[in-house]
Every structure is written in structure tokens, then in C-alpha cells.
């Protein structure tokens, strides 16, 4: 069963009805050489959203967040982002919004030989011409820019360091400052702690959760992440959406989810939960 609203609290709801949904799904669906990866898709999400995706492997997880962040296109439906219809605006425009939509994702997606300050620098390529993407390889830019970043992440004192000398950690962090410095309205997170330990995988939910919450963006970043760790999911996020071949199968505030709908979503005593 698809839902196209999310089951809120009558305060969640009330602080919904005086924002616009930041990005939007309408019935959208998703084929890969034939095989269906999504259907009938209905979802929106609003400003200050920290929103969990969950379900079995192969559910759809990671193609959800690609066709968030513009890097897929549906086979059918729209998606509007910020109001703008992806598949009616050029190309220009496209690469405009897709600025305001940072991904972390599950690899980092860190050049390992470079200096953290260049991978941190590399969420200003959208905007940097290209001279000044080049000089800054040579000598770093906006170097203030860059360490007030990564303070926020913690990690200050790593910033003229290689990248491959820092711990699994340590690079998530960069990868969360890289996005941070792009300063989008919307971050995805594609499984950001799978590769981590416990206390390492509560730190960074708990970042992720105070990076979105941050004053200075006004009503608050949205944070969209996919997870495999339930627990995170609840300790972390106020919306879990539970997907399952394709589909979305709940859309509740994590307050209101029952046993049941995690039942019927993983089908308990199969390998998938």
C-alpha cells in the first residue's frame, strides 16, 4: 500500500500548513532495463523534516535518494523541487536547484590523495568558476570558509591533512563538511553509518540531526536518510518511511509506528531484518 501523507501528530501537522513542501513526489516511478526499482511514488518533504528510510535490501533505498537529488530522472511522474518542476526547467536551472540538495554518500566519495581542505572545497565547485576551482588545487581558497566547517564537525585541526591518512570516522565528517559548504536546504544521507561502530554511528546521526537543526537556516534543514539500524532510525528521526519492492509501505511519524507495520515490512524470520 502507497501513502501520499504522512501519518503526523496534530503539531507536526500544524507546522506543516505554514511551510511549502521542499521537494515532491507524484506518482513517480523508476525502471531499470525493464525491471521496476520504484512505482507510484507520493512523498513530500518539508523544511526541519528528519525523515529515515527504511526496509529490506533492494526495497529502493538508493534509488529514492538519486531521484531526490536529480542524478536519476522518473519513468513516470514529476518531482518538484522548491517548486520547480525537474523535467520542465533547462538544463541550467536543474544544476541551480541541484545545489540545494547535498548528498553524503555510503563510499564518502573523497579523492583520498588530495588534502581535506580540497575535498571540502569541492562543495564550492557549483559556484567557483573554473580557474578558481583550478588555482584552489594548487593554493587553497576560501581556506576561513573551510575551517569554520569543519569546526563544526569537529575536526578543525584536520584540515590541511591528506585524506587518507584520517580515520573511517573522521573522512564521514569531511564528507559532511564538503556538504555543508555547499549550504543546500535539503542533505541526504545514503546509509552514513554502515561502515561504522556503534559510538561512531550515534555520533554522526546526532550531527546529522544538529547540522539540520541549526538556527541559522531558518526553520531547519531538511535531512532525508536511508538506515538499516531501526534503533537509529527511532532514536534520531521524527518521520520513518518503511519501502519494500518499490513501494512505499508506511509514512508515519516515528512516534505513531507500530510493530506490526515493521512486520509486515521486513516479514520477520526472513535474512532481510
Request: include cysteine; glycine fraction near 8%; hydrophobic fraction near 40%.
Amino acid at each position: 500500500m502507497s501513502l501520499s501523507e504522512p501519518q503526523l501528530s496534530v503539531g507536526q501537522i500544524s507546522n506543516r500548513l505554514s511551510s511549502e513542501p521542499l521537494l515532491s513526489f507524484q506518482q513517480v516511478s523508476h525502471q531499470f532495463q525493464g525491471q521496476t526499482a520504484l512505482s507510484g511514488i507520493n512523498l513530500q518533504v518539508y523544511p526541519g523534516d528528519r525523515l529515515a528510510l527504511v526496509g529490506p535490501s533492494g526495497a529502493g533505498k538508493s534509488t529514492l535518494l538519486r531521484l531526490l537529488n536529480g542524478s536519476l530522472s522518473p519513468s513516470q511522474g514529476s518531482i518538484q523541487v522548491l517548486g520547480r518542476d525537474f523535467n520542465q526547467i533547462s538544463n541550467r536551472q536543474r544544476r541551480k536547484l541541484q545545489r540545494q540538495i547535498g548528498t553524503i554518500y555510503q563510499q564518502f566519495n573523497l579523492i583520498n590523495s588530495l588534502r581535506v581542505i580540497h575535498n571540502v572545497n569541492a562543495g564550492n565547485l557549483g559556484r567557483w568558476s573554473l580557474p578558481k576551482a583550478i588555482l584552489s588545487l594548487a593554493i587553497p581558497q576560501e581556506v576561513a570558509a573551510a575551517q569554520a566547517v569543519l569546526t563544526q564537525v569537529g575536526i578543525p585541526e584536520k584540515i590541511f591533512e591528506r585524506t587518507d591518512q584520517l580515520s573511517g570516522g573522521q573522512q564521514q565528517r569531511v564528507a559532511i563538511a564538503r556538504v555543508l559548504t555547499q549550504n543546500p536546504q535539503v542533505i541526504l544521507a545514503d546509509e552514513p553509518i554502515a561502515s561504522l561502530d556503534p559510538e561512531r554511528s550515534r555520533e554522526i546521526m546526532e550531527l546529522l540531526t544538529q547540522l539540520c537543526a541549526s538556527p541559522n537556516t531558518g526553520k531547519g534543514r531538511a535531512l532525508v536518510v536511508s538506515l538499516h539500524d531501526l534503533e537509529m532510525a527511532r532514536d534520531w528521526c521524527d518521520r520513518i518511511i518503511g519501502l519494500r519492492n518499490g513501494q512505499i509501505c508506511f509514512d508515519c511519524a516515528t512516534a505513531e509506528l507500530e510493530n506490526h507495520q515493521l512486520e509486515s515490512l521486513y516479514q520477520i524470520g526472513s535474512s532481510s531484518i
